[in-house]
């Protein structure tokens, strides 16, 4: 496949970065030494930097030929509160509880090989801002970012990313316009009733008998409310009541995430946790009190922005090897927010099926240092076509 050769000489290095990255992990908006190597990196590379958007972000700048053309390209920084299981690896956390399980080492690693290369050849005309978000896991640093005027302080008009994909081959890159990761809701309920004795339910209210019926009653707004031709999931994650065996509690507190492409379903199941958690209640002599938050919207990519995407993705590693046809994912991902801002394209890379090609978010995911060269070139290609002297 046709690597960049410039990228594929800076291989070791690149790996050597992604290790250093993978030691010492940092969970989100806590990432000061991610950050500053970041920054130093891209200074090293005269590269102008600004740091501080989003707390902990960092923004990169590099002008080319003279050109009004404008694009972002954006990679996460943080890892995730878990303890690493990859012991046999001597560049294994230090930070004992935390761990880069979702490959951001890396995908930091791909966007710092393809900045130091359009720096060193400035084979474009126009700008490519480097952006290094924060707080990706759950905490919402890409819309950290676009309230602080990501988009106001650097003026691309449009908006890239990347994530790797376990069980996906190396090598192998998917595309598709249109929803390519799910929004995600959060919901909360509780239900109080009146407690009593174990063996004398009938001196109380049990809201256990009614929660119990709260679960089973939302895992019918999916299959009996929503199309059949979309698409929602409902989950019931948590359910907390009682303190003894023989003690009917005072209440149930359930909670759970709801995952959907498309507004109105993400409406429609909404409301439909409300009616039947209070009309169940109701019907146990309880009541309940329901709580729906809305976390991340779906992460919707644009059509002319993905064909481009595509383009790129295939001048490195061959059409024949760019998927299309790929379902999206029902995880979130809050790129979501930079692309209700500018429009813009999300794609997946392919990290492989072997040692350490478990799922993400998994103790024993490694990120695949073989794929570095490969979403470098895909990104140095993508700015090389989108801002070439001749657009």
Same mark, same amino acid.
């Given at each position: 496949m046709p690597v960049? +050769?410039?990228?594929a000489?800076?291989?070791?290095e690149?790996?050597?970065? #992604?290790?250093d990255?993978h030691?010492h992990?940092?969970?989100?908006f806590?990432?000061?030494r991610t950050?500053?190597?970041?920054?130093e990196?891209?200074?090293?590379? @005269?590269?102008?930097? /600004?740091r501080?958007?989003?707390?902990?972000g960092v923004? @990169?700048?590099?002008e080319?030929?003279p050109?009004?053309g404008?694009i972002?390209? *954006?990679?996460?920084?943080d890892a995730?509160?878990?303890?690493e299981?990859?012991?046999?690896?001597?560049?294994r956390?230090t930070?004992?509880?935390?761990?880069?399980?979702?490959g951001?080492?890396?995908?930091?690693?791909?966007l710092?090989? %393809?900045?130091?290369?359009l %720096?060193e050849t *400035?084979n474009? %005309?126009g700008t490519?801002y =480097?952006?290094f978000?924060? !707080?990706?896991?759950?905490?919402g640093?890409?819309?950290?970012?676009?309230?602080?005027g990501l988009f106001?302080?650097?003026p691309?008009?449009?908006v890239?990313?990347?994530?790797?994909?376990?069980?996906?081959?190396?090598?192998?890159?998917?595309?598709r316009?249109?929803?390519m990761m799910?929004?995600?809701?959060? =919901?909360e309920?509780?239900v109080?009733?009146?407690g009593?004795h174990?063996a004398m339910?009938h001196l109380?209210l049990?809201?256990?008998?009614?929660a119990?019926?709260?679960v089973?009653?939302?895992?019918?707004?999916?299959?009996?409310?929503?199309?059949?031709?979309?698409?929602?999931?409902?989950s019931?994650t948590?359910?907390?009541?009682g303190?003894?065996f023989?003690v009917?509690p005072q209440s149930?507190?359930?909670?759970g995430t709801?995952?959907? =492409?498309?507004?109105h379903v #993400?409406?429609?199941?909404a409301? +439909?946790i409300?009616r039947?958690?209070?009309?169940?209640a109701?019907?146990?002599g309880?009541?309940a009190?329901?709580?729906v938050e809305?976390?991340?919207p779906?992460t919707?990519?644009?059509?002319e922005e993905?064909?481009r995407?595509?383009a790129?993705?295939? !001048?490195?590693v061959g059409?024949e090897?760019? /998927?299309?046809?790929?379902?999206?994912?029902?995880g979130s991902e809050d790129f979501a927010?930079?692309?209700?801002a500018?429009p813009?394209?999300y794609?997946w890379?392919?990290?492989?099926?072997?040692p350490g090609?478990?799922?993400?978010?998994?103790?024993g995911y490694?990120?695949?240092?073989?794929?570095l060269?490969i979403?470098?070139s895909?990104?140095?290609?993508l700015?090389e076509?989108?801002?070439?002297a001749?657009r």
């Amino acid at each position: 496949m046709p690597v960049i +050769n410039r990228i594929a000489a800076i291989h070791d290095e690149m790996t050597a970065w #992604r290790r250093d990255i993978h030691a010492h992990p940092e969970l989100g908006f806590e990432e000061e030494r991610t950050a500053a190597v970041v920054a130093e990196k891209l200074e090293s590379f @005269g590269i102008q930097v /600004h740091r501080g958007l989003a707390k902990t972000g960092v923004v @990169g700048t590099l002008e080319g030929a003279p050109g009004e053309g404008a694009i972002a390209l *954006r990679a996460d920084m943080d890892a995730l509160p878990i303890l690493e299981g990859n012991d046999g690896v001597d560049y294994r956390s230090t930070n004992d509880g935390t761990m880069h399980a979702c490959g951001h080492d890396g995908h930091t690693t791909m966007l710092l090989g %393809a900045a130091r290369y359009l %720096a060193e050849t *400035r084979n474009f %005309a126009g700008t490519v801002y =480097f952006v290094f978000q924060p !707080a990706e896991e759950g905490l919402g640093g890409g819309e950290a970012m676009v309230k602080e005027g990501l988009f106001e302080r650097f003026p691309a008009t449009a908006v890239y990313g990347m994530h790797n994909w376990p069980g996906m081959a190396p090598g192998e890159i998917a595309v598709r316009t249109g929803p390519m990761m799910a929004a995600c809701d959060e =919901f909360e309920i509780t239900v109080d009733g009146t407690g009593a004795h174990g063996a004398m339910p009938h001196l109380g209210l049990d809201p256990v008998v009614a929660a119990a019926q709260i679960v089973t009653g939302l895992q019918s707004i999916v299959a009996r409310n929503v199309d059949p031709l979309e698409a929602g999931v409902v989950s019931v994650t948590m359910i907390h009541g009682g303190d003894a065996f023989n003690v009917i509690p005072q209440s149930v507190a359930l909670a759970g995430t709801v995952r959907t =492409f498309k507004a109105h379903v #993400r409406d429609l199941i909404a409301a +439909n946790i409300q009616r039947i958690a209070e009309s169940t209640a109701a019907s146990f002599g309880v009541t309940a009190t329901v709580k729906v938050e809305g976390r991340f919207p779906a992460t919707v990519n644009t059509a002319e922005e993905t064909d481009r995407a595509e383009a790129a993705a295939a !001048a490195v590693v061959g059409a024949e090897r760019v /998927h299309r046809d790929l379902a999206p994912c029902m995880g979130s991902e809050d790129f979501a927010y930079m692309l209700q801002a500018r429009p813009g394209s999300y794609i997946w890379i392919g990290n492989g099926t072997g040692p350490g090609g478990c799922f993400l978010h998994n103790p024993g995911y490694d990120f695949n240092d073989e794929i570095l060269p490969i979403g470098a070139s895909y990104w140095a290609t993508l700015v090389e076509r989108e801002l070439g002297a001749d657009r």
